[in-house]
């Protein structure tokens, strides 16, 4: 069955990382304990491992992001891979080269990894099914659809705290309707095991298919947070709030958000997370960003070595990545 | 005689790259001949030669062009060089530093090569006229005038399939007049002995000087490609079919278009060039440009091969670049 | 008393280069001495030195400088280092993260420099106050407050030509009052032993706190020029001259442009310097900066190496950076 999702090679090895939906626990398993061993390569006095020693890894960014092209450009360096960082105004790109003809040129480069980011929903899938086979393609987001690396991420840094998934309640809070982290979030944990997986904001912005995806909507913060033992504040769109979604930041702030008062309805050692950047005093109060429950730096810290464990995977299916002298420090 | 041309330095050796016109075929020759050594670095795991080591490369673009910028930028990676990416607005240039000031301050700095592209002219010879003495400046493409790096992987790309050049019928199709490809083309075709280059296009669009270069000019299809070994259609700037010069681009697709029918006219095993971006249904059909005698990507991949050649020929004058022992793969 | 300056660590060490104000002269002395090991590396066919091999070090940078980017990555790059370039558009900065979360990120991410640059005075050291223990923050310009590197670059040129800094005199020229460069230098020139500086230029460009820090201000080029041993002459930013304070560049020229004529006011062996770049007839005439005084060239080469230096030394605390095996050149 592996030959059906384009994510796995035909040994059923991660080869491009699109979205979770779709793959198995033991690949998401897989990835996290993978990631463990990159976790103190930023503590080392060189942060650099040779795994991905002259690959070339070009960021296809469709959208900008510095700050998400950064964690990606990082994560390349410190395995001593080449980084082209290439930023394409959709509107020139119209005009000009096509996308599959601008694939087929960095290929001939030989390329080996894009990372892209594109406001599309589905391109980096769309650039996954284009590609020569030794290629492998990231998705860096896409539109509204997937953040898959920020939902990794996210689970590792929660298995790092909880160690285990099968008992959590998790509640993820805010506009799930156009959040790709939410859906890939959802994804992540409901593959991993979480037996109890809530959604929490106004009915307007929780998609109509939510209860398909294994998740309970809750409109209310009281409820939606009783018992909770992870606690995920999205950051508020507000470009998005214009319309008549929602009145007014200040009445979602009010109704839906972190504050140490809200808070206190998860559990006591619940612990609060956010995928950045924050938006202070709009969906989370800054004495619980900043607080003793508060994971978000940690998040930061994690996504560099998942983005590592990623690509050293993917990038690495045919070398023996497991090698321990791999992990060995350089000097 | 070779104190003559600014390209050689004093022992005859290539110092600067900056147009084919002036080179000796066996420098040419030297130059097809060392980038074969680079041709299987793109398909080793480590895609990295230390030839370059330490040095810094200099990527001064007057001129926006991502596309060519990636393959010096690749090129010069791979070489294991340091690159700096300058791109300079040629209308603050104007009211702030001179070039040779500038010129004078990466001097200063120790960089080792100018990789230029400029809107005018020249430019790229203008620097290599002022700069010191060790450093080495390549053309990456000035106004109307030259593109040498793109012809001498134009020229590579025919040996590779042809063999020989010497009896060979080479066509340019489309707007020789304001193609810099198309002048360094020619150069380095009839340089390296190709008995028949033929430019094909509306007389409006054919210098009055071309029969002077050595070359026959076609206005006619059937004409210029008969028996062609070659043929290698040239990017349509739309933005300059705006005059008077021609009616429309559905209109030159009609008379010069390159498709399976007017491909017939050339040899059954014609191979078909571009330099690409390709104008799909302006300059050339899909099902030529994807078809079997298409070199176009392979064109992409020689690019890579023969600008590392000439950035370590230019550069690694003064280092015994013929050892052997730097083609050893890195680990 | 070093617990009360930012810039030091707790053994007296310099962690942070924020400002020569408040510095000792042993702590300069240092850097310059430290530098001297680093101008060889330019001239070194391999120009790199693995000092930071594995860190990583952020340009942030607020306010565009192509130009002094350059000399850090340039310097970074050659330690070895890998390099972040981040340009913060500032109109987009105030809508989204606050400046302390984009730096809480970044460390969490690990980085181990920033170097800032920023159109506000007293930026680097907001930023130095914040940051995690193990982080080193270099002031590539702020405001109209400091630029410590430049003022070190110019100290070390001096002290080239000089060598000793107890019986010289030193003229400022130009427009004191809107100069980090100035600020600078005036600290470092005075913390080192100059007896006699002087900066010279029209009073409403003089700031009012001048006599202050210990400088002889001269309103008349004759008499601030006589018996210089050095004359650093200062970027007139012409966008600043618009206003009421100098009616016209050229009135300006004509009272304090350093000429062949001018420059006869100082010692014959007098060195021109200037932070380029250059504005060739509105404060120097080209025949000076140009000439065999001038040591304009030189400043940008020492400003390579003594930006290693302070990078090497702030980074290198905790590694022993004094080893003779690290100067080995690579290969």
């Known amino acids: ?91 020139s790109a119209v005009k000009g080269e096509s996308l599959l003809d601008m694939l087929r040129n960095f290929e001939a480069m030989h390329c080996d990894m894009f990372v892209v980011r594109h406001a599309r929903s589905g391109a980096a899938h769309f650039i996954a099914q284009h590609v020569a086979p030794h290629i492998s393609v990231i998705n860096g987001g896409d539109g509204s659809h997937a953040h898959p690396t920020q939902a990794m991420l996210d689970v590792f840094t929660i298995r790092r705290h909880k160690q285990e998934f099968q008992n959590l309640t998790v509640a993820i809070v805010g506009d799930i309707m156009h959040s790709r982290v939410a859906r890939s979030q959802i994804h992540a944990l409901t593959t991993l095991g979480v037996p109890e997986v809530r959604v929490v904001g106004p009915q307007t912005l929780i998609p109509v298919e939510a209860e398909q995806l294994g998740v309970h909507v809750y409109n209310d913060m009281q409820r939606g947070l009783r018992n909770a033992d ?51 005093g709009v969906e989370i109060e800054s004495t619980v960003a900043d607080g003793p429950q508060s994971v978000i730096l940690e998040q930061v810290t994690n996504g560099i070595a998942v983005r590592m464990a990623i690509m050293a995977m993917t990038l690495g299916r045919h070398q023996g990545k497991d090698s321990d002298t791999q992990f060995e420090e350089l000097d």
């Open 1 to 91: 069955m592996t030959g059906n999702n384009i994510q796995l090679d035909e040994h059923g090895r991660l080869r491009h990382f699109l979205t979770i939906e779709g793959l198995k626990k033991t690949i998401l398993t897989d990835i996290l304990d993978y990631a463990e061993n990159f976790t103190t390569v930023g503590h080392q006095p060189v942060k650099k491992l040779p795994l991905l020693r002259g690959k070339t890894i070009t960021n296809l960014f469709f959208e900008a992001s510095t700050r998400t092209r950064t964690t990606f450009e990082l994560a390349a360096k410190r395995l001593s891979a080449d980084v082209l960082n290439i930023n394409i105004d959709t509107s």
């Open 230 to 280: 992870v606690v995920i504040m999205l950051r508020l769109q507000r470009e998005r709030m214009q319309g008549a979604l929602l009145p007014s930041a200040q009445e979602f702030f009010e109704c839906y958000g972190l504050t140490e008062r809200t808070l206190a309805f998860a559990k006591p050692d619940a612990i609060v997370m956010h995928p950045g950047p924050i938006n202070r």
